[in-house]
């Protein structure tokens, strides 16, 4: 997922740069596939220490006191939902916040895919603490940087105290081909000889079209029987597991449904064979402001292994690729446009072997971990609190000064939950009580 994608991209470049990185590594396991995307291209392990902790662990002493005697000067969020963590340990270090990716227009996306707005006031309880501590920022486009402002505006940080200070930066995605590059006989499935690979890897999220993806598909398979469609990647636990499993419907209906081949999550490992056996990518997007501002970490991991991709351009770096000529543009929304685009592409292939050799060479050159992290880099070397880092945050004030607003940000959430889910997060909720964590996570779903 992105936020590993984006974690192993910053510890990455500080771990060159000379700093020592100790990673808390929230997810499954004990982040073992987070240290595969830690090693050098020659399979050297980086000198960083990954420590596989749990979101309840930032509010307990063992947690601070294991960071304190690493005795770091910095903290690095990597994502929102981790710079959010970070800032509940309560060290009083400077703190990079990357958000990665616009929040609010996320649950936005996410609303719309439920259908009710139920999600909109635990994001913002998320988002907003981060507002009012980190000292500096990061977003992934120039559209989210302004926005990014804009929040900052509205929690109270655009004060006389940081007027002049530069609070926000651009961080893009970034890739690095690691280990071998990949073959068509590495690929984990084997395809008819001369098929037309359309290829889709990552989750299936909020902002992807699955209903023009699918019929765009199907139509195009319709028109040449060698196009086929190969996807890794499936829905986001606990986020959106609605758009995967629908496009798994449509697509076992299909009379072409033998032509679809949906593998799931594959170890990072299996992904170079799997850029090699395509011909091109495919990004479908919803005309969302999550793709305004946000961005796509696929793309550049298919850029760096010489895939190009279609794309509905509705984001920065999308319209950028397609401006460039190292990305093919379709519509958003009009199945039968991508019908014929890749039709198109897949009777004349020799424009999609050029794009791919472009977007190689433009990867190496744009989008490698070290220059793209190059704002993170220059704070490090000497990290700062804000300039207003030890004055009141106006965001707390006036919602500890106006209950009305904490009780309507609650009604707002309850409103918008299912009986059954207000029974779940009630037993959740006290049984974290019980353990001693209920009340260290306001705003966790």
């Known amino acids: 997922h992105g936020p590993g994608l984006r974690t192993a991209h910053f510890t990455t470049a500080l771990a060159r740069a000379g700093h020592e990185v100790l990673v808390l590594y929230v997810g499954g396991g004990n982040g073992a596939e987070l240290l595969p995307m830690l090693e050098t291209a020659a399979g050297d392990r980086l000198g960083a220490k990954c420590v596989a902790v749990s979101e309840g662990d930032f509010g307990r002493a063992k947690l601070r006191e294991m960071v304190e005697r690493f005795d770091p000067d910095a ?9 959010a963590l970070a800032a509940r340990l309560g060290l009083d270090l400077p703190l990079w916040a990357d958000i990665f990716g616009d929040p609010m227009a996320e649950a936005q996306a996410k609303a719309a895919s439920q259908g009710n707005d139920a999600c909109l006031p635990r994001f913002w309880s998320m988002l907003g603490p981060v507002l009012e501590r980190a000292d500096r920022f990061s977003a992934v486009s120039e559209a989210q940087a302004h926005a990014l402002v804009g929040q900052l505006g509205l929690g109270g940080r655009l004060s006389r105290l940081t007027a002049g200070e530069r609070l926000v ?132 991991q298919w ?39 890749l039709a198109g592409l897949a009777r004349d292939r020799r424009p999609v072997a050029a794009a791919g050799a472009a977007c190689r060479r433009e990867a190496a050159l744009r989008y490698d ?38 009780v309507h940000l609650l009604e707002a959430y309850l409103a918008g939950l299912s009986l059954g889910q207000l029974g ?13 964590r209920g009340l260290r996570r306001p705003g966790c779903d």
Do not use: K
């Open 424 to 436: 779940y997060r009630s037993l959740r909720w006290f049984s974290r009580r019980l353990s001693g």
């Open 369 to 406: 971990y070290q220059s793209t992290a190059g704002p993170l880099l220059d704070w490090c070397r000497q990290p700062l609190r804000a300039r207003d880092a030890r004055g009141a945050r106006p965001l707390s004030l006036g919602l500890f000064s106006e209950p009305a607003a904490v």
């Open 169 to 300: 930066d651009v961080i893009p995605c970034a890739a690095e081909a690691a280990g071998e590059g990949g073959t068509r006989e590495r690929a984990p499935l084997a395809l008819p000889r001369g098929a037309f690979v359309v290829l889709s890897s990552g989750s299936y999220n909020t902002w992807c079209d699955v209903e023009t993806l699918f019929h765009g598909l199907d139509a195009a398979m319709s028109a040449n029987p060698d196009i086929h469609f190969v996807s890794s990647g499936g829905g986001v636990a606990g986020h959106d597991e609605n758009s995967y499993a629908n496009f798994c419907r449509m697509v076992s209906a299909s009379r072409h449904s033998s032509r679809f081949h949906l593998l799931g999550w594959l170890d990072s490992d299996l992904m170079a064979g799997l850029y090699a056996l395509a011909d091109v990518g495919l990004v479908v997007e919803r005309d969302l402001y999550e793709r305004r501002l946000g961005s796509e970490n696929r793309v550049v």
């Open 75 to 83: 903290m690095v969020g990597a994502g929102a939902p981790a710079s």
């Open 303 to 341: 850029m760096v292994h010489g895939l190009p991709c279609l794309t509905t351009g509705l984001s920065e770096f999308g319209a950028s690729l397609v401006g460039g000529g190292l990305a093919f543009g379709c519509a958003s929304g009009d199945p039968g446009a991508l019908a014929a685009t």
